[in-house]
C-alpha cells in the first residue's frame, strides 16, 4: 500500500530540465490521487507549450512503475501567474505600447545580411503610404541607423522624455544618435544592453504610431531576448540571404522567436540577385532559392526578394536611403512592394 507521502517521495526524483529542481520542490504536483496502485496527478507546467512535458511524464512514470505502481495518469495544466513568480519564472515584465499599434522585431541569424538596410527602407517606404512610423535601434552595441538615415541630428528631452530625431518622416532612436561624434566603442555586459533597450524604448515620446520597427544586432543576443521578452511586440520578421549558411542560421534564429511566442510574419530574402543595368541579365551573385526553401520549411510568407543594387548600398555612404535617392528604381519598389504587404497583413 503507498501513501501519498511515498508517491511525491519518489517523484522527487523528476526533475524540470530546464529550472533543474525537483517537479515535488516546485510545486508542479497537483491534485494527487493515489488509490492502490493506481496515481493520478496534474503536472503543473510553467508554460502548457512546454517541449519537454511528455519526456518529464514519460520519467515520472517510469520512476513510479519502479516502486510498484501498476497504472499512472497525468495531466498537464499551466501555473497561475503568482504560481510562476514564486518559483521565479514570473517572466519579465512587458512593458506597455502606448499609442503605438503594431511593433515589429527585424532581425536575422548572421550579420551584415541587410537587417538595417531593411529597417531604413521599409520605414521610408511605410511614410510614403501614409503610415506613422518609427525605428528603434536595439542594436546598441553597433548602432548603424543614424548613418543609415544619413544623419547627425541630436535629440532633445529633459529628465523624463527623448524626443526622437525625425527624418525622412521617421521618428528615430538609437544610442548612436546620443552618443554622436564621440565613435567610441560601446563596451557593455547583458544587463547594461537589456536596461538601455527597455529605456530608450520607454524614455522616448513615440506618440502615435501605425508602425514602431525595431533594428535587432544580428543572431540571438541579449538584445533579441529583451525585445522578445520585455517589449510588446505584434511580429517579427526574419532577414536571410539565399544562400544555405544564411538560412541554416535565419532559420535558427526564426525558432528563437518562436521560442519567445513572437509570431513571425514572415521572411524578407536581401540580396536575392543581381540585374545587369544594361543587359537585364539576372546573376544569383549569393546562390539561388534559400528563402523560397526556408519559407516553405517554416511555414511562413517569403514577403519579399530584394535585388543587389549599387544604389542600395550607397545609403549609409552619403546618401539617402534608395527609396528616398532613387524611388522608382528596381530595388525602390521592391521596398514599397514589402511596405504595401505589411500593412495589408
Ligand atoms: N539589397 C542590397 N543591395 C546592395 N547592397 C546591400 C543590399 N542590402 C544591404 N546591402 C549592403 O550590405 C551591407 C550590410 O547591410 P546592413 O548593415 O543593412 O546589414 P545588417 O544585417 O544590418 O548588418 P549587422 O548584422 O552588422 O547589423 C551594407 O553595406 C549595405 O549597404
Ligand atoms: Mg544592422
Not at 524540470?16 to 493506481?38: A, C, F, Q, R, T
Request: aromatic share 6%; proline share 6%; glycine share 8%.
Amino acid at each position: 500500500m503507498h501513501t501519498k507521502e511515498d508517491i511525491l517521495k519518489a517523484l522527487e526524483q523528476v526533475q524540470d530540465p530546464e529550472i533543474h529542481k525537483s517537479i515535488v520542490e516546485l510545486g508542479m504536483v497537483k491534485n494527487l490521487e493515489v488509490i492502490e496502485d493506481k496515481v493520478t496527478f496534474t503536472l503543473n507546467l510553467t508554460t502548457i507549450k512546454c517541449t519537454l512535458k511528455q519526456s518529464m511524464a514519460k520519467n515520472a512514470e517510469e520512476i513510479l512503475k519502479k516502486i510498484g505502481i501498476k497504472s499512472v495518469v497525468i495531466n498537464f495544466a499551466e501555473m497561475t501567474q503568482k504560481e510562476k513568480e514564486a518559483i521565479g519564472m514570473g517572466g519579465p515584465h512587458v512593458l506597455p505600447k502606448g499609442e503605438i499599434k503594431n511593433i515589429i522585431a527585424i532581425g536575422s541569424g548572421k550579420g551584415g545580411v541587410g537587417k538595417s538596410t531593411v529597417v531604413t527602407n521599409l520605414a521610408i517606404a511605410l511614410v510614403k503610404q501614409g503610415q506613422k512610423v518609427g525605428v528603434l535601434d536595439a542594436d546598441v552595441l553597433g548602432p548603424n541607423i543614424p548613418v543609415m538615415f544619413n544623419t547627425n541630428q541630436h535629440p532633445v528631452g529633459d529628465d523624463k522624455y527623448i524626443i526622437p530625431i525625425e527624418k525622412y518622416g521617421v521618428k528615430i532612436i538609437s544610442i548612436g544618435v546620443l552618443t554622436q561624434g564621440t565613435n567610441e566603442p560601446i563596451v557593455w555586459r547583458g544587463p547594461m544592453i537589456s536596461n538601455a533597450i527597455q529605456q530608450l524604448y520607454t524614455m522616448t515620446k513615440w506618440g502615435e504610431l501605425d508602425f514602431l520597427l525595431i533594428d535587432l544586432p544580428p543572431g540571438t543576443s541579449d538584445a533579441m531576448l529583451t525585445v522578445g521578452q520585455s517589449l510588446p511586440l505584434n511580429y517579427g520578421l526574419v532577414v536571410t540571404m539565399p544562400a544555405k549558411v544564411s538560412t541554416d542560421d535565419a532559420t535558427r534564429f526564426y525558432k528563437t522567436f518562436e521560442k519567445l511566442e513572437v509570431p513571425v510574419m514572415g521572411i524578407i530574402e536581401n540580396m536575392s540577385f543581381f540585374k545587369a543595368p544594361d543587359t537585364g541579365t539576372v546573376y544569383p551573385i549569393f546562390g539561388e532559392g534559400g528563402g523560397t526553401i526556408m519559407a516553405k520549411n517554416m511555414n511562413a510568407p517569403l514577403l519579399a526578394q530584394i535585388p543587389i543594387d549599387q544604389k542600395v548600398s550607397s545609403c549609409g555612404n552619403e546618401q539617402a536611403p534608395v527609396v528616398i535617392a532613387d524611388p522608382t528604381s528596381f530595388a525602390a519598389e521592391h521596398f514599397m512592394k514589402l511596405a504595401k504587404e505589411i500593412i495589408q497583413k
